[in-house]
């Protein structure tokens, strides 16, 4: 059975860091990507990073970039999301996910996690 949990969310006062991790269990996702998504309250989920499993290309939406690193543990199957100056609007629910295609698009992504929330007070 394919797991990918999430953890490391929590309130954070704006301009501070949280980082989010994704471990994941019951396959090799040695070919897939590992992408970060977030939804907030009425809105729809959105693309945040994503990365191979050999560390290559990550990339970044807009919004995020310059403040968010992702990143990956090989040796312990884990995905991470270091996320810094935060801002009152980075306030969501934050979901891992796998895809084998480079793709922002969460319908193409085939695992999820059950996600992590994270709120940013101002």
């Known amino acids: 059975q394919v797991q990918l949990v999430e953890s490391g969310g929590g309130w954070m006062q704006a301009g501070g860091s949280l980082r989010l991790s994704c471990a994941t269990s019951?396959?090799?996702?040695?070919?897939?990507?590992m992408g970060w998504f977030r939804q907030a309250p009425g809105k729809e989920r959105e693309f945040v990073a994503r990365?191979?499993?050999?560390?290559?290309?990550?990339y970044y939406a807009d919004s995020v970039q310059g403040r968010c690193t992702i990143s990956r543990d090989n040796a312990k199957k884990t995905v991470y999301l270091q996320m810094n100056s935060l801002k009152p609007e980075d306030t969501a629910v934050y979901y891992c996910?796998?895809?084998?295609?480079?793709?922002?698009?969460?319908?193409?992504?085939?695992?999820w996690g059950q996600g992590t929330q994270v709120t940013v007070s101002s």
């Open positions: 996910a796998a895809t084998n295609i480079a793709t922002t698009t969460p319908t193409m992504y085939e695992y």
């Open positions: 019951g396959r090799t996702f040695s070919s897939y990507y």
């Open positions: 990365i191979t499993w050999s560390g290559a290309n990550p």
